[in-house]
């Protein structure tokens, strides 16, 4: 019963209205600054982003966590692990997100190629933060 009402209603929360003609981010110049463990910020285009937007009076509805090339990853357990979840080119972009009725999932920053975009970093840090 919970499908037959949920799963058309997540549907319809994240259908997408179509991408602007020419893109606000350039996308060669946000994937030569990013750093592992970025946080790029998206400007959604689904009804659930502009339910986001609308809250939180920010265009940012969506963001994922930069985690760079699986052979760059220095720690072999954890690229593995990052290697079952994502099945596209060892050299893609990766990022770590969250998207409403598919769960968490590993995908590559390209798919966000033409959206327009921000890069979140933090600053001060110390190490052991």
């Known amino acids: 019963m919970f499908d037959f009402i949920s799963k058309p209603l997540i549907n ?4 997408e209205r179509s991408a602007r003609k020419y893109p606000l981010s350039d996308y060669e110049r946000i994937c030569y600054e990013l750093k592992p463990c970025d946080v790029v910020l998206i400007e ?7 339910v986001i937007g609308w ?8 963001a994922a966590l930069y985690i760079g090339r699986i052979h760059d990853i220095e720690d072999k357990e954890l690229s593995e692990i990052i290697s079952n979840h994502y ?15 598919r769960g968490t999932l590993v995908q590559s920053l390209q798919a966000y190629e033409s959206e327009h975009m921000r890069i979140c970093r933090p600053s001060r840090l110390a190490l052991k933060d």
Not at 12 to 15: G, I
Not at 44 to 50: F, L
Not at 87 to 101: K, M, N, P, Y
């Open 12 to 15: 319809w929360l994240n259908s």
């Open 87 to 101: 099945d596209g080119d060892a050299a893609d972009r990766l990022v770590i997100e969250s998207i409403l009725g």
């Open 44 to 50: 959604g285009r689904t009804r659930v982003s502009d």
């Open 55 to 62: 809250i939180t009076q920010s265009p940012w509805t969506h």
